[in-house]
């Protein structure tokens, strides 16, 4: 069964960083796309950034330039670099990973990011 873990989720001021990882467990399967996604309270899932296997990289207007997502497929982990962090990133932020395969998008659990002013 695939898991998706996040972590290194918390609580930062305004203009910290954090770095958030995303492990994935029980395949061997290498996701075609891996993404973050994030929900702010009252509001839709949003895209945040993606990344392809050939290490292809799209991101939302919002975070270019302060987010840097990337991936080790040999860890079969996800990353994101989240630099000069605003009071409007607080959300819970989630991982994707879609194996085209075989047809399958995976989620994670989410991980909670709170931003200070």
């Known amino acids: 069964q695939v898991q998706l873990v996040e972590s290194g989720g918390g609580l930062v001021q305004a203009g910290e960083s954090l770095t958030l990882s995303c492990a994935a467990s029980?395949?061997?399967?290498?996701?075609?796309?891996m993404g973050w996604y994030r929900q702010a309270p009252g509001k839709q899932r949003e895209l945040v950034a993606t990344?392809?296997?050939?290490?292809?990289?799209n991101y939302a207007d919002s975070v270019k330039g302060r987010f840097t997502i990337s991936r080790d497929n040999v860890k079969n982990t996800l990353y994101l670099q989240m630099n000069s962090l605003k009071p409007e990133d607080t959300a819970v932020y989630y991982c994707n990973a879609a194996a085209v395969r075989i047809g399958s998008v995976y989620w994670g659990q989410g991980t909670q990011v709170t931003v200070s002013s």
């Open positions: 029980g395949t061997t399967l290498a996701f075609n796309v």
């Open positions: 990344i392809n296997l050939g290490g292809f990289t």
